[in-house]
């Protein structure tokens, strides 16, 4: 895999696919892109990348969120996976390993499956296949949504931040095509997650080929610092050798 010819840790503001996003890039060694979920910023990975050196990490704004200006008209989930392609291009990275959250897990098959050239390894954490999948409570996921604005010190997202995402979403599933995914593949959940139900993680590793699938205990947001370091270490061990077998993270 290639990486970018510079290194930065500020955000830059970057003309992409027409649109501005806000783009980091930080650390040496093969790329790791980045997608995050609704509403988060890039900020919100730092507990994590903090914990995941030797590696070029590639973290982006979806438009409406933080640093990238929302878009005129909603973009779709395939729209969405072009618009990270499109990032790779920006930064002069050829191919990456892939890790999407939540929101962005669903854009990280759609890129898999659009993009499979540009694909090393890829990771699903807290996610879900969209239409299809295994609801979960509406109560937590409005918790967590006003608890997120409530605590963090990172940018949150516009009002069309949060809506353009959410229409994309429903409508979009990956049931289609998750059996064609043959990249080396890592789901990674929280073992009480209520928002997303770790069904949907069992899902995704049953549909795609050889997948792994790592239960942390903990509930959703694996971004938390007290998580964070968890999911930092399962993507560690993943990353240089690949395993194809469902495994139980302890946190020890």
Known sequence: MSGPRSTTV???????????????????????????????????????????????????????????????LPLSIPALAALATAVLDAVEVDSADVLGYSHGGSVAQQFAHDAPGRLG??????????VGSTPGSRRA?????????????????????????????????????LGSIYAPTLVVCGSHDRVVPPANSRVLASRIPDASLVMIPGGHDLQRPE??????????????????????????
């Open 121 to 130: 390894r890829l990771i699903l954490v807290a996610t879900s296949c969209g």
């Open 10 to 72: 500020e955000p830059l503001l970057l003309r992409v696919n027409g649109l501005e996003l806000a783009v980091r890039v930080e650390g040496d060694g093969d790329a790791l892109l980045l997608i995050n979920g609704m509403t988060r910023s890039l900020q919100s990975w730092e507990p994590f990348t903090a914990e995941l050196p030797g590696h070029t990490l590639i973290s982006f704004d979806v438009p409406g969120v933080g640093g990238s200006p929302a878009p005129v």
């Open 227 to 252: 998580l964070a370091k968890a999911l930092a270490r399962v993507v560690a061990d993943f990353l240089p050798a690949l395993g194809a077998t469902e495994r139980v993270a302890t946190g020890e």
């Open 141 to 177: 996921v409005m918790r967590g949504l006003q608890a997120a604005g409530a605590r963090d010190a990172w940018p949150s997202a516009d009002a069309w931040g949060l809506l353009w995402p959410s229409l994309a979403f429903s409508t979009w599933s990956s049931i289609p095509f």
